[in-house]
T-cell receptor, first 116, second 118 residues
Framework: AQTVTQSQPEMSVQEAETVTLSCTYDTSESDYYLFWYKQPPSRQMILVIRQEAYKQQNATENRFSVNFQKAAKSFSLKISDSQLGDAAMYFCAYRRTQGGSEKLVFGKGTKLTVNP | GAGVSQSPRYKVAKRGQDVALRCDPISGHVSLFWYQQALGQGPEFLTYFQNEAQLDKSGLPSDRFFAERPEGSVSTLKIQRTQQEDSAVYLC????????????????FGNGTRLTVT
């Protein structure tokens, strides 16, 4: 079974600085999707960024980018120019592409605090 | 357009009561998912529907948990004889798989129902 590990329960960053959140995963498959979701106190999970495993180019979405290392099974999220509104729980998630269920498998999350 | 809507937002039940949690997915979304999120944890998969068919229920923790989506739109998660360990946030999500990359379609989540069993 696939597992997703987020080794940093909490992280903090100063406003306008850069922070990197770590994620590793375990799979025997060659193609899959990886996602980062943000969950503010409102509880709604919001998609931040996604990456398909066969695409070597790292995904970027404005201030958010990933460092995808397929061989190392690592998928870290970099937030540049951090803003107060970035404070939230961040979850890394995995989804297989071939057969089986459509489900996402989530990590336990990293709580990000942004200090003014 | 409206997002995924869940009701109620909060539910308090006494141990042993039955509860029903409702999810209205985004109109036209084929796939619907239920997740359970304990305090301070990541969401744990419960079950998945494609239209009205329940294709994966491997995450349901016991036979007290039951989900349905009879007409392929609204879904209900029912928990019978609730226990304290059922206290959690229950998240519903829907997605509309694209023809070219169905597994890449993001899940759109509701705000969840916080269930507290006393």
């Amino acid at each position: 079974a696939q597992t997703v590990t987020q080794s940093q329960p909490e992280m903090s960053v100063q406003e306008a600085e850069t922070v990197t959140l770590s994620c590793t995963y375990d799979t025997s498959e060659s193609d899959y999707y990886l996602f980062w979701y943000k969950q503010p106190p409102s509880r709604q999970m919001i998609l931040v960024i996604r990456q398909e495993a066969y695409k070597q180019q790292n995904a970027t979405e404005n201030r958010f980018s990933v460092n995808f290392q397929k061989a190392a099974k690592s998928f870290s999220l970099k937030i540049s120019d951090s803003q107060l509104g970035d404070a939230a729980m961040y979850f890394c998630a995995y989804r297989r592409t071939q057969g089986g269920s459509e489900k996402l498998v989530f990590g336990k999350g990293t709580k990000l605090t942004v200090n003014p | 357009g409206a997002g995924v809507s869940q009701s109620p937002r909060y539910k308090v039940a006494k141990r042993g009561q039955d509860v029903a949690l409702r999810c209205d997915p985004i109109s036209g979304h084929v796939s619907l998912f239920w997740y359970q999120q304990a305090l301070g944890q990541g969401p744990e998969f419960l079950t998945y529907f494609q239209n009205e068919a329940q294709l994966d229920k491997s995450g349901l923790p016991s036979d007290r948990f039951f989900a349905e989506r009879p007409e392929g739109s609204v879904s209900t998660l029912k928990i019978q004889r609730t226990q304290q360990e059922d206290s959690a946030v229950y998240l519903c999500a829907s997605s509309a798989p694209g023809y070219r990359e169905p597994k890449g379609s993001p899940l759109h989540f509701g705000n969840g129902t916080r269930l507290t069993v006393t």
